[in-house]
């Protein structure tokens, strides 16, 4: 229950073996503070605990209950996850969201019935001391009590789900911040994730990162790492499951401060670089900027000509072989702007044709030739 405070979570035992908690974590959907669950929390067969506290959980927004055992702190790598809820907002004052039946991962919001079970509205809670009786002689009672034999908790199986896949890495982040890794479940339900791994390249000496984690059905999860694992001159993230698997990866040449690769859209196995986008659909690929010119300058044109070039035989003329050639020009771009002095006007592939030239200069030398003898010829005469 997200209204009043304080606020409440109710945990119940649907197996068939009592479960100790003790020491077991309640937390949002991250931050550095959370809730530790007491001592001698004990949770008989079919019965509940009700834990009431500040446990942060976000009023007016969207927000993620999570219970983590006792391995480690819910901001350690090592955590490991055990249930979760996410909702949008809060369901109001004296609204609950509740799981029907219990156990089952079906989430409604109704009125409050905190310490019942939720189908049959029958009391879960049932306390670990004895109570004492009135009659002079003791007779048994009917509530159980703790088992001094130790307790079995009850763990979940790993498992490699498919469609698990890497949606955005931070590789690169600025000062005082950490690198952090968002998945995608692309199955319509959720997953747990337990004991998957966080790798970069494979055998480069590091060791993969550890991690348990919840997604829900075709959404986003963000967990971050404690210490730097990324090279920013280039690396490899790779997502393995328990088993040490690979179930995806990606590869990087260089890298941007502040920015992070993230895939063009769920359905695509391409990144780009974008900004970032924490458990939520990716933004879009950041496109390179040009400086503007206030001259024109040489753009790179690539011309491709063709050319014919002949074989001759070493012996005889003999039947010549054409070859096509394709060579690769770079020319300025023709200016459409006030020509000034030492600008190209254009550019062109073809081949000059220089007879017309040539038989001009042979009529005029021809000319002047017959010009100079009929002036002799005038003067002998």
Known sequence: MIEPSPQ????????????????????DAGGS????IPNESIIF????LIFSADFNFNKSSSDTVRLFDKTAVPTSLQSILIDSFSYKSSSGSGISYFRLPDGENIWQSGQSSLGKHNATKLTCLISPTLTPTINITPTPTAI????????????PTPYSFNNIFISEVMVNPAVGEKEWVELFNKNDFPVTLINW???????????????????QANNYAVFELISSVFNNSGDAIRLLDYNLTEKDSFEYDTSDQGKTFGKVSSDSSVFCLQQPSKNQANNSCISPTTTPQSTPTGIPTTIQQSMITTNKSTSTMSTKKSTLVNRNY???SVS???????????????KSDKTPLRSLSFVSFSYSVLTIISILLKMKS
Do not use: M
């Open 8 to 27: 409440s979570v109710e945990i119940i035992n649907t197996g068939t073996e009592s479960a100790d908690i003790s020491g077991w974590h309640i937390d």
């Open 336 to 350: 459409t702007g006030p020509l000034t002095q030492g600008e190209i006007l254009g550019a062109t592939n073809r």
């Open 197 to 215: 791994h966080i790798d970069d390249l494979e055998n480069e000496g590091s060791s993969p990162k550890t991690f348990s984690i919840n997604i």
């Open 45 to 48: 067969p079919n019965s509940c």
């Open 330 to 332: 770079y020319i300025p």
């Open 144 to 155: 159980p009590t703790p088992n001094s034999t130790a307790t079995q908790i009850l763990s």
């Open 33 to 36: 503070t959370f809730y530790t």
